[in-house]
């Protein structure tokens, strides 16, 4: 958040941080919350075991009070960017689940992003290759959302896309067939699954809205960039893309993802930031 607020570039400061070994990279991604059922509990856990000895862990307690705000960080964000009012309009959530490769929704930032989204009048379309059940049987049991079957499926008419959890078909997907799909063309990046070089070059004109920084750029589609200190031609002809000047992305947080060598054979690898196999 602060280096949103100053210009500065949180995944350069991640790296920088990183290269300190008693630090490491591992786990320095910014984003919009952690969850699941052991790191929140384990925190609670002990800011109540110092209580009650009489001591007060005030670093714990921040992380904790941070954490939370995190949680509805991307729920701000799209409410400035329609100004208050989201009465009506359709959101497509992609992800429900706290992290990848479970249905486990226990903390997950998606369960704030859809309570808050359905107070303020708005229609939520949601889609999560395994949290549906979980979600329809008890988190969203009385809540009246929308559940689809695919990635694609789910963001028909919405006014914006807001990704919530960074699963790997998530990774590279058709933007001109979500071009096609979204009503306003707007994406609320919440886990920073694409690299802000590539989609610089993907898109001829957009407006790019970063926990790091506020970008406005017109860029030639077939402008190369540098990726991991390499010149990358990043010339993309695929599907015959033809992308107009109107595109928005909404990129709201600042992590990167590694594709997985077992990805399915469609993966770009140029979309995602390069960095270490993340544990689950």
């Known amino acids: 958040n602060l280096c949103e607020i100053v210009g500065a570039d949180v995944n350069m400061v991640r790296k920088g941080i990183g290269t300190d070994a008693r630090i490491g990279s591992r786990f320095l991604y910014a984003g919009c919350g952690y969850g699941g059922s052991c790191f929140p509990k384990d925190v609670k856990a002990l800011v109540k075991t110092a209580a009650n000895s009489g001591y007060q862990m005030r670093i714990l307690e921040a992380v904790e009070a941070v954490n939370e705000e995190q949680k509805s960080i991307l729920f701000r964000k799209l409410m400035k960017h329609f100004r208050g009012d989201i009465q009506g309009k359709r959101i497509a959530l992609w992800g429900l689940a706290f992290k990848p490769e479970t249905d486990d929704m226990r903390e997950a930032s998606s369960i704030i992003i859809v309570e808050n989204l359905l107070k303020m009048g708005a229609k939520v379309n949601v889609y999560d290759p395994k949290a549906m059940d979980v979600a329809k049987e008890f988190y969203f049991k009385d809540l009246d959302v929308n559940y689809f079957s695919d990635k694609y499926s789910v963001l028909e008419d919405a006014d914006a896309l807001i990704l919530v959890t960074e699963w790997k078909e998530f990774r590279s997907p058709n933007f001109n067939k979500i071009k096609s799909l979204l009503k ?90 390069k960095r270490p196999n993340k544990p689950y």
């Open 184 to 273: 306003n063309n707007i994406i609320f990046d919440g886990r920073n699954q694409y690299k802000n070089s590539y989609m610089k070059n993907f898109l001829k004109f957009f407006i790019c809205i970063l926990i790091a920084f506020t970008i406005i750029a017109t860029v030639n589609a077939s402008e190369n960039y540098v990726n991991e200190n390499k010149e990358i031609n990043n010339s993309y002809n695929e599907n015959n893309l033809n992308i107009n000047n109107n595109y928005t992305l909404e990129n709201t947080s600042n992590i990167d993802t590694t594709p997985n060598s077992q990805e399915k054979p469609d993966i770009n690898e140029n979309i995602l930031i």
